[in-house]
């Protein structure tokens, strides 16, 4: 079996590259800088927005895990060209070679301007958009994209609103939104076999997380990790949460509160 990897460079395709290694599996890393492939590795340098080199990269594939593009708030322009036309170029390129199985990293900032649900309760599964950024945005439209294809093609997609995924929880937000790398692994292999279409949050069964884990749990996931493991050290260094703040009580946490289109 074949996956492609786009944005394989980046932050979480370097968390997910020996996560994902099985035997009899082969992993296509592309992105826009070159790699060196490891044992049961191929790799190619591909931008997203170019068709021949996105339909090359599809060659032989028989699912692909989508992480490439812009992973902050950037211009309009630039979000647009990486993020909504590299996703649509990914797809019909997919399409094309009748690659099945698609999976796609999306945010929790295409939900960014939900906020927190009473004591007990969870943000659901599915929550309308409420982008934060123009980041935000292009994830809702790669919500949108992976939708059609599903409906009109029958293609398998599953995005995932990730929420923030490192080794370990770096602040007191990311107690209620981290997700491990390993947990990160284990929700990809449950979307990489789920049939139909489906949004799901991206995130470990932490104790103060509130973004729903059903339908993640309904594609098979079972999260094995909880930042809770970090609580005493981070609020040691940055004191309890003040859950009221629009950092702790907003989806999109600081993002809600950045200049639109910078760069950062
Ligand atoms: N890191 C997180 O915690 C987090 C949280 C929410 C969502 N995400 C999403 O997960 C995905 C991976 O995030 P990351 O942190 O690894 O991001 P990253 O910025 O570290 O990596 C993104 C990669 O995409 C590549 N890329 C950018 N434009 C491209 C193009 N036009 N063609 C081909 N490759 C291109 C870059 O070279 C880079 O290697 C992104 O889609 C991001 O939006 C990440």
């Given at each position: ?29 592309s ?19 170019d ?47 009748g ?26 599964d599915y ?7 123009f ?22 997609v ?24 390993d947990d ?11 049939p139909?279409?489906?949004?799901v949050?991206g ?27 970090h ?17 702790h ?9 950045q ?6």
């Amino acid at each position: 079996m074949r996956i492609l990897m786009t944005g394989a460079a980046g932050k979480v395709g370097t968390l997910l590259r020996p996560r994902l290694a099985r035997e009899g599996r082969t992993l296509r890393l592309s992105d826009l800088v070159p790699l060196d492939p490891g044992p049961g590795e191929e790799a190619m340098v591909a931008d997203l927005t170019d068709e021949p080199a996105m339909a090359e990269a599809m060659k032989g594939v028989d699912a692909v895990i989508h992480l490439g593009g812009q992973s902050r708030e950037h211009p309009w322009a630039d979000i647009v060209q990486a993020n909504v036309n590299g996703t649509q170029v990914l797809l019909e390129a997919a399409r094309q070679e009748g690659v099945r199985q698609v999976v796609m990293m999306g945010s929790h900032h295409a939900a960014g301007f939900h906020t927190r649900p009473p004591a007990g309760a969870d943000l659901p599964d599915y929550a309308f958009p409420r982008p934060d950024t123009f980041y935000g945005v292009s994830k809702v439209v790669m919500e949108a994209l992976g939708s059609l294809y599903h409906d009109r093609f029958g293609m398998n997609v599953t995005v995932i609103r990730l929420g923030t995924c490192n080794e370990a929880s770096a602040d007191t937000r990311g107690l209620a939104t981290w997700i491990s790398p390993d947990d990160c692994a284990r929700l990809l292999e449950a979307a990489l076999t789920a049939p139909g279409y489906h949004v799901v949050w991206g995130v470990s069964d932490n104790t103060r997380r509130w973004w729903s884990l059903e339908e993640g749990r309904a594609i098979g996931y079972v999260s094995e990790d909880d930042s809770e493991a970090h609580a005493a050290r981070l609020i040691a260094g940055q004191g309890e949460p003040d859950l009221s703040e629009p950092l702790h009580d907003r989806a999109g946490g600081v993002f809600t509160l950045q200049e639109l289109g910078g760069s950062w």
